[in-house]
């Protein structure tokens, strides 16, 4: 079975700091540092928008909206990808969802809202 099982969201002031988790398990990951896996949101009302991505070899890539706040990064011997998100905004307020690349595998989201 595939499991992608984020966490670390929650309810944080305009300016703070978030720390998301995903692990992932399940037959597919046992070459785990060989999959890019991206961050993704959704906001109510909008659609599922790609966040930041991280290759195999580490290499990143982010949407315009959160260069420079936030940082995606992660651990092959844990199976984990992360996403430090720093001055946040209300604008970020959204579901945060892992997924592996190119798959229809995905996590079931964590909550960040932001407060103003």
């Known amino acids: 079975q595939v499991q992608l099982v984020e966490s670390g969201g929650g309810l944080v002031q305009s300016g703070g700091s978030l720390r998301l988790s995903c692990a992932a398990s399940g037959y597919i990951f046992s070459f785990y540092n060989t999959y890019t896996m991206d961050w993704y949101r959704q906001a109510p009302g909008k659609q599922r928008e790609l966040v930041a991505r991280i290759t195999s070899g580490g290499g990143t890539n982010y949407a315009d909206s959160v260069k420079d706040r936030f940082t995606i990064s992660r651990d092959n011997a844990k199976k984990m990808v992360f996403l430090q998100m720093n001055r946040l905004k209300p604008e970020d307020t959204a579901v945060y969802y892992c997924?592996?690349?190119?798959?229809?595998?995905w996590g079931q989201g964590t909550q960040v809202t932001v407060s103003s």
């Open positions: 997924k592996v690349y190119g798959s229809d595998y």
